[in-house]
């Protein structure tokens, strides 16, 4: 084996562009908190790259989404509308205001099933939160349309999908807040890191105002609202604006990855390993290649990877099986496309850097496990 396959992480950072220069500088200068011309420019930049007015930095994704939902007055006696098959941040975030959850099925690609949004709408519902799953747009007119129908907000959780298109729209700027995360796994990074993007000046406002301190504007140190300390550091941004003038190089490069994945699973048809099904007029990223292990166990072949050299991850547990979530949730009915694609998906290593070499090593060895 060459020493590049010895083993294959399923995501790794990709850093190769303009990081150490703008870390260096930080330290240099001094500015290594919330304060800096990183962060604003961060800011501007990954807003304006959404297609929104405003950008508010965060500590990471989960913040993010915690701050959009107080941010819009989310508490105890509200209901927000979330797909089961998510990460667990998306609900976590709706559990920390005390609101209850209401959860959606999903479809055969991993997004909401949009069908099925409508029955869960009560009188308590305000906000809908559509969760762009590993890249993968979810269909946001009528979610949209909805939205607007039975007056409700609607939070993009787009933490897996910076420049994911949904027609010709980027998403986290389809809807009242777009959510990032900069995970070191994400399509680009801070190490932790998060984002809001609004095209509202008031949620901007106020997202600044609940990020800071929640400080009286007419006097410091005077609080009349409970606020947060979710302040991203220049040293984040730094990191951020440097991954930001290579998102198009680091998107590109998860494309051809899928494609090549895709390619090699489909042309063999009794391939017993199937891609996510794509829905049409959406222009995905690859976050993390998902595949469906139709007949073979899933934690078999996974373990046979690993054997080989081969990092994989199973699809997320959904939130209707979280114990945590018992007293969160307002059980709603049964979700059998969340519990199939739990029980039989994973991902394929799709870190941004990659070689060729290790992709056709690790479709061979597919080729090689599957009967
Ligand atoms: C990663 C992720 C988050 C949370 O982001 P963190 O930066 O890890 O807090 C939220 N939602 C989804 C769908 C994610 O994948």
Known sequence: MKSDIQTIPVCEPYLNGNELEYVADCI??????????????????????????????????????????????????????????????SAFAVAYTGAKIRL????????????????????????????????????????LSLALEHN?????????????????????????????????????????????????DDIAQQARYLRDMAHSPKQRFYHTDIGFNYRMTNIQAAIG??????????????R?????????LTADIHCSLQPLPQRVGTRPVC??????????????????????????????????????????VNRNGNFPKADYLSEKGLYLPSGTGLTPHQIGYIIDTIKEILP
């Open 28 to 89: 240099r200068t001094g500015w290594i908190s919330s304060q800096g011309k990183y962060v604003e420019e961060f800011e501007r930049k990954f807003a304006e790259y959404c297609g929104c007015k405003h950008g508010i930095a965060v500590t990471n994704g989960t913040t993010a989404l915690h701050l959009a939902l107080t941010t819009l007055g989310i508490g105890q006696e509200d209901e927000v509308i979330v797909p089961t098959f998510t990460m667990v941040a």
């Open 104 to 143: 959606i099925d999903c479809n055969d690609t991993g997004c909401m099933d949009v069908s099925k949004i409508e029955a869960n709408i009560t009188s308590r519902t305000r906000v809908i939160m559509p969760v762009h799953i590993y890249g993968q747009p979810c269909d946001m007119w009528p979610i």
């Open 241 to 254: 604006l440097a991954q930001l003038e290579k998102i198009d190089e680091h998107i590109s490069k998860r």
């Open 287 to 328: 976050w993390m290649y998902g595949a469906v292990s139709t007949t073979y166990p899933r934690d078999k072949l996974m373990l046979q990877l690993q054997e080989r050299g081969i990092g994989t991850r199973p699809f997320f547990i959904p939130m209707h099986c979280q114990p945590a979530l018992k007293c969160a």
């Open 256 to 264: 051809a990855i899928a494609e090549t994945y895709t390619r090699a």
């Open 152 to 200: 409700l907000y609607v939070i993009e959780d787009a933490a897996e999908a910076h420049g994911a298109e949904c027609g010709g729209h980027r998403v986290g700027g389809l809807s009242h807040i777009g959510c990032f995360s900069f995970y070191a796994n994400k399509i680009i990074t801070t190490g932790e890191g998060g984002m809001l993007v609004t095209n509202s």
